[in-house]
């Protein structure tokens, strides 16, 4: 799969761009675990034009985590093309633009998912930063903004026509969010469109090595997108990369191994960004693992409260050794 001149290879994996999850230190852990390509948190075009520091921290790069790319959102086209050549200047691989977020703050002022419902702006902002920057360009969507507009069919092949050089879809419309169950149909559809020749990435309730290949097999599409699924086990990349290549599962993580790989996100979190800020990215991930283990709750609640790397290290060793004889499986 190439976007531009970008070479991804076969079958890609692509860690999704997720507001605090996706920061430079989880995404360096993700790529070690096999990802392909990933993504900033996605970046709010008004808050970059007006140059706030949270905002400007967020198109920090480092060579360890490429290929990347940076996500922007927003629904004006002017701080739109201003926001894209100032995230060009920080040299990703490609500038994505998101057409896909659900969530009210962003799609109920009309930036994300609610661009579903002003097809010719979601167009008008894409041929704008298509033309104002010299990198590819690519856009996340969804299905439709509920089940009476399912429109993704007509806007992959608008967008491919203004410039995209891959569409990422979300098999959810924008009512859904992120409830029931992914229609990869649509999702497959467009991948059979004849007059669709950009790369095709799907998006939605790939959280197993089974389902992957599933997905690839079924659907055809030219990559996997995965989100939510890789919170608290970014692990997952390699135990699909694995499948895909040997048809065969790795075996489950022991406890210990999952609470060292805890511990080294932790680690690589709190180094990269501070310990207080690290902390609080880490909690997402720690409040994962272990929950179903008999007896943790006492651990689980020290393990979420603790405020310092030590302490939580200290608490990851004790949950390592309480349940030396447990697996991955016994905490599903």
Request: hydrophobic residues 45%; glycine residues 8%; contains cysteine.
């Given at each position: 799969?190439?976007?531009?001149?970008l070479?991804?290879?076969d079958?890609?994996?692509?860690l999704a761009?997720?507001e605090?999850v996706?920061?430079?230190?989880?995404?360096?852990?993700?790529k070690?675990?096999?990802?392909?390509?990933?993504?900033?948190?996605?970046?709010?075009?008004d808050?970059?034009?007006r140059n706030?520091?949270?905002?400007?921290?967020?198109?920090?790069?480092?060579?360890?985590?490429r290929?990347v790319?940076?996500?922007i959102y927003?629904?004006?086209?002017?701080?739109?093309?201003?926001a894209a050549?100032?995230a060009?200047?920080a040299n990703?691989?490609?500038i994505d633009?998101?057409?896909?977020c659900?969530v009210k703050?962003?799609?109920?002022?009309?930036s994300?998912?609610?661009?579903?419902?002003?097809i010719?702006?979601?167009?008008?902002?894409?041929?704008?930063?298509?033309?104002?920057?010299?990198?590819?360009?690519?856009?996340?969507?969804?299905l439709?903004w509920?089940?009476e507009?399912?429109?993704?069919?007509?806007?992959a092949?608008?967008?491919q026509d203004?410039?995209v050089?891959?569409?990422?879809?979300?098999g959810?419309?924008k009512?859904?969010?992120?409830?029931?169950i992914?229609d990869?149909t649509l999702?497959g559809?467009?991948?059979?469109?004849p007059?669709?020749?950009?790369p095709?990435?799907?998006?939605g309730?790939?959280?197993?090595?089974?389902?992957?290949k599933?997905?690839?097999?079924d659907?055809?599409?030219d990559g996997?997108?995965?989100?939510r699924?890789?919170?608290?086990?970014?692990?997952?990349f390699?135990?699909i990369?694995h499948?895909?290549d040997?048809?065969e599962?790795?075996?489950?993580?022991t406890i210990?191994?999952?609470?060292q790989?805890?511990?080294?996100?932790?680690?690589?979190?709190?180094?990269m960004?501070?310990?207080?800020?690290g902390?609080?990215h880490?909690r997402?991930?720690?409040?994962?693992?272990?929950?179903n283990?008999?007896?943790?709750r006492?651990l689980?609640?020290?393990?979420?409260?603790?405020k310092?790397?030590?302490?939580?290290s200290?608490v990851?060793m004790?949950?390592?050794?309480?349940?030396?004889?447990y697996?991955?499986?016994?905490?599903?």
């Open positions: 799969m190439k976007i531009g001149k070479e991804l290879g079958k890609p994996l692509f761009p997720m605090d996706t920061d430079p230190s989880f995404r360096v852990f993700c070690e675990q096999g990802v392909d390509m990933m993504y900033t948190e996605f970046v709010s075009a808050a970059l034009v706030v520091n949270r905002s400007l921290r967020k198109l920090e790069l480092m060579d360890a985590e290929p790319g940076i996500q927003g629904n004006d086209i002017e701080k739109m093309v201003v050549k100032m060009e200047a990703p691989d490609v633009l998101n057409f896909g659900p703050k962003i799609a109920g002022k009309g994300g998912s609610g661009l579903l419902l002003d010719p702006k979601m167009l008008a902002i894409t041929d704008a930063v298509v033309k104002a920057v010299n990198i590819p360009v690519t856009a996340k969507t969804r439709g509920d089940s507009s399912l429109v993704i069919e007509q806007v092949e608008q967008l203004v410039g050089k891959a569409l990422c879809i979300h959810r419309t009512e859904q969010m992120y409830n029931g992914a990869w999702i559809k467009v991948k059979e469109n007059r669709i020749n950009i095709i990435i799907g998006n309730d790939v959280d197993s090595p089974q389902k992957a599933q997905f690839f097999d659907y055809n599409v996997l997108m995965i989100g699924a890789s919170i608290g086990r970014p692990w997952i390699k135990e990369k499948f895909l040997t048809g599962l790795l075996p489950p993580l210990k191994e999952q609470a790989l805890m511990d080294e996100i932790v680690q690589k979190s709190c180094a960004i501070g310990e207080r800020r902390i609080l880490a997402r991930h720690l409040a994962i693992p272990f929950k283990l008999p007896d943790i006492p689980r609640i020290q393990l979420l409260r603790e310092t790397v030590a302490g939580i200290e990851l004790q949950i390592g050794d309480k349940y030396a004889d697996s991955e499986a016994d905490s599903a």
